[in-house]
T-cell receptor, first 116, second 115 residues
Framework: ETGVTQSPTHLIKTRGQQVTLRCSSQ?????VSWYQQALGQGPQFIFQ???????GRGNFPPRFSGLQFPNYSSELNVNALELDDSALYLC???????????????FGNGTRLTVT | GESVGLHLPTLSVQEGDNSIINCAYS??????FIWYKQESGKGPQFIID?????DKRQGQRVTVLLNKTVKHLSLQIAATQPGDSAVYFC??????????????FGKGTKLSVKP
């Protein structure tokens, strides 16, 4: 069984630039969630995708956007990067669909984004 | 408001001892709770979960206890090993949001195991 994989593992960008992070969900999982983890903090929910549609969003501005593809892989796009966007971005997948709250998320190892 | 917090930011235990990591939550509507372990440079790894209709669940060397009366969650690790050294997060899900991916994480407890 293939786990959640993310690319790239590390990335350095300049303030104002745009970035795309990628995620392949675990085999058999149809739901993908993205989290931002600042250093020394717990992950914070950005948004979730189910059947290629956004299914819930956290307190993040519209410059954070995403996509889910028919094969359940996903992208996180961040426009107009700010210094505070520097963080570990985690992708997680699960097998449950809309409305179920009892399927644990399985996380990838994240992309470390540094904005200078 | 909604929050998940931890009583202790760091915990140091002797190898072979039992560890107990505590977590408080504030939202009585939360119906699902998960413990994750995060090692340096890695993503959170699922340990064990529990639904709100249960008060105890056991796994391999781990037990999660849920006390809904005082909104408290704990993770017990039996015979702690050096490989258990990591940051442990509790997370809660409020089912009525309709989005089980929206977990609210605490800040984490760093567990250090002394040989």
């Amino acid at each position: 069984e293939t786990g959640v994989t993310q690319s790239p593992t590390h990335l350095i960008k300049t303030r104002g630039q745009q970035v795309t992070l990628r995620c392949s969900s675990q085999s058999g999982h149809n739901t993908v969630s993205w989290y931002q983890q600042a250093l020394g903090q717990g992950p914070q929910f950005i948004f979730q995708y189910y059947r290629e549609e956004e299914n819930g969003r956290g307190n993040f501005p519209p410059r954070f956007s995403g996509l889910q593809f028919p094969n359940y892989s996903s992208e996180l796009n961040v426009n107009a990067l700010e210094l505070d966007d520097s963080a570990l971005y985690l992708c997680a997948s699960s097998a449950s669909g809309r409305g179920r709250a009892d399927s644990p998320l399985h996380f990838g190892n994240g992309t470390r984004l540094t904005v200078t | 408001g909604e929050s998940v917090g931890l009583h202790l930011p760091t915990l140091s235990v002797q190898e072979g001892d039992n560890s107990i990591i505590n977590c408080a939550y504030s939202n009585s509507a939360s119906d699902y709770f998960i413990w994750y372990k995060q090692e340096s440079g890695k993503g959170p790894q699922f340990i064990i979960d529990i639904r709100s209709n249960m008060d105890k669940r056991q796994g391999q060397r781990v037990t999660v206890l849920l006390n809904k009366t005082v909104k408290h969650l704990s993770l017990q690790i039996a015979a702690t090993q050096p490989g258990d050294s990591a940051v442990y997060f509790c997370a809660e899900n409020i089912g009525d949001r309709g989005s089980q991916g929206n977990l609210i994480f605490g800040k984490g407890t760093k567990l250090s195991v002394k040989p």
